[in-house]
């Protein structure tokens, strides 16, 4: 098996990833010979050219007036299907918190003040008020990292999962990709092992399913399922008026969306693209995109994204085969130096890391409905230390929402 793995290296002009495997141990050589064999070697073909986009145009959404004017029937048909067991939550927590100068999983992090208050005890106290309006359960799912999976099981579970049913709670790992340097060659992490970072949160479910999770799915019957981003302090999720209004709707997907608090916003919004759903990132906008408004005033795309998605399984199965489009992001990456054997941390960014992009999942749905929800209540974003969306302004929402920090 090693000269098959050295003869594929030497094609792709890898070989130094073997450099110094006389060096290893039986077992090193063994483990690392076995990650090779696992790589993605697509990696190598990507260029990180920006996909050429289809003809984009506005889409509407379910209104917060319309919501409120037949919360009461879609809240019905959401508990309903709640009560059957046919909605799953999916917690993206693959997540470390470095850029708030937390070296620790990001859920870990205490956004309280005169109390102990974690990102993870904010999701699972929303998740909480929807199993005691339902008297039911819901399946969730974490996801994790391979940096991050030991820390954020030991945490929760001496946390006693913040009062959630340990019994309805199922981690998996999310997969990895290898990091690429500046001159396209595969980096080792250290001399036994390749450089690997995870791929992305559009990697959510092809991960669930190579864990295994899929069997659970399909025995507990579950045709739903919620996926969440672990940053968002006020995220709800199962929410039974969202999960109805999607089943009324008869679409494949939901998406919750937040009105623009300007024009010039930096968020992604939902649009339509060749007449299917699909997101357009700021950056892609042209002016009079941004400034386009509707006879009432209302901007033209006007509803931002904040990653909080359903999908039918269904759908979700047929798209396994499907390719997800690999971005690549230039970041900072610790390696080692093939050269002198020595690992470096680097000053400057020195590697791509490639992700897959849940967003681009909603591009493969038929349809999907954009639900608006007020920002106030379920938008408190914590990717920053300080200034926007950041740690202080998710505390000012979390107080404005009468929780205790």
Aim: a negative charge.
């Amino acid at each position: 098996m090693r000269n098959v793995i050295s003869e594929k290296l030497s094609i792709l002009n890898q070989s130094h990833l073997l450099r110094y495997i006389k060096e290893l141990s039986a077992a090193e050589q063994e483990q690392l010979i076995s990650q090779i064999e696992t790589l993605d070697f697509s990696v190598l073909h990507e260029t990180g050219a920006d996909e050429k986009r289809g003809h984009i145009e506005p889409i509407s959404a379910l209104t917060l007036d319309e919501i409120n004017k037949n919360r009461e029937h879609y809240r019905k048909t959401g508990i309903e299907a709640i009560r059957n067991g046919k909605v799953g939550a999916v917690l993206l927590a693959g997540g470390q918190g470095s850029r708030l100068g937390f070296d620790k999983p990001k859920g870990m992090f205490n956004i309280g003040v005169n109390r102990e208050l974690y990102i993870f005890e904010c999701l699972i106290q929303n998740l909480l008020e929807v199993v005691k309006e339902t008297g039911t359960w819901i399946p969730l799912f974490i996801m994790t990292s391979t940096d991050n999976d030991k820390d954020t099981r030991e945490f929760l579970e001496q946390h006693n999962y913040f009062g959630y049913s340990s019994d309805n709670v199922m981690f998996f790992v999310q997969e990895q990709l290898p990091t690429v340097d500046l001159n396209g060659k595969l980096m080792l992490a250290d001399k036994g092992s390749v450089s690997t970072a995870p791929n992305g949160n559009g990697g959510w479910y092809s991960s669930m399913v190579r864990s295994g999770v899929l069997k659970t799915l399909k025995k507990a019957d579950i045709e739903w399922l919620n996926v969440f981003a672990v940053d968002n302090v006020l995220q709800k999720m199962a929410d039974p008026c969202f999960i109805g209004a999607i089943i009324e709707s008869g679409m494949q997907s939901g998406s919750k969306v937040v009105s623009k608090a300007a024009a010039e916003e930096r968020v992604g919004v939902m649009c339509l693209e060749d007449g299917k759903p699909s997101i357009v990132e700021y950056y892609e906008m042209t002016d009079d995109m941004i400034n386009m408004r509707e006879a009432d005033g209302t901007l033209s795309y006007n509803y931002g994204v904040i990653l909080n998605y359903v999908f039918r399984i269904e759908n979700l199965n047929r798209m396994l085969n499907a390719h997800l489009p690999l971005h690549r992001a230039l970041k900072k990456v610790k390696c080692l130096d093939t050269e002198t054997g020595n690992v470096i941390i680097p000053d400057e960014p020195n590697a791509y890391k490639f992700e897959t992009l849940v967003l681009d999942m909603v591009k493969l749905q038929d349809s999907c409905l954009p639900y608006e929800v007020e920002r106030s209540k379920e938008f408190a974003p914590v990717k920053n230390k300080d200034g926007v969306d950041s740690v202080d302004t998710a505390r000012e929402l979390l107080k404005l929402n009468g929780i205790e920090l």
